[in-house]
């Protein structure tokens, strides 16, 4: 009469197999967690380059509003200094006007993007499933924004007969003046700085767009990913 062996394959295959689905889940946290670290560090550059924009679209905005008011002012002030500026279609103020116009526009979007990372309007976006969207279109307003107002002020600027305040002011840079005249030289350093500004706001609002556009994708797929770990395998049920 034989005795009866005990079944130490079944026990070693169901110890096989819990090992690895062990293994299989701690690849998945570690895989899961790697794709949160990302959007961290996604995110903590996205801010940063949201910021750098801002801080660009109000720079912007000092220098060129500085320009213009200083203009306004000096024609306006006294009859004395009216001839130290062009009158009625030899000057141009349409360019500086755009410029303006659009670091408003820009700094509005940024801080739209900024806001959106403190924790309790994050919380609530999350929510309203609109803090992803909002991250990704305030990039994309501020460098469509930014482009549209570069390419205004360069043409309205082309004009060969009106001049604009950075022409002018910089063909007058040499004169010395005394208040309330115009410093010419200071309203040439402004413009410049303005114009060159706003060109270099382009590559770091692109910057910020795909930043949040890459944060966008990593978080469909982190959100996906998530799901469907959750989500019970028939096999296994």
Known sequence: MSEKQPNTSSEFEVDSHHGSQHGHLHYNDAHLESKRRNLRLLDTARGGATLIALLM????????GHALQAYNTSHLSDAVWLSLWPN??????????????GAVLVVIANLVALTSHHRFVRAKLASAHAHTPLTFSAPFVGLVVSIVAVILYYVAAKSATADTLLSWSCRWRHLATTAPA???????????????????LIPVEFLALVLAGVQLKLERYTTAYTHARKTPSPVLS
């Open 57 to 64: 679209g109000l720079a912007v905005l000092g220098t060129t």
């Open 88 to 101: 009625g279609g030899a000057f141009d103020v349409k360019p500086t006007v755009a410029l303006i116009v």
């Open 182 to 200: 115009p410093q010419f030289a200071s309203l040439c350093r402004a413009s410049h700085a303005g114009v060159d500004l706003a060109i270099i």
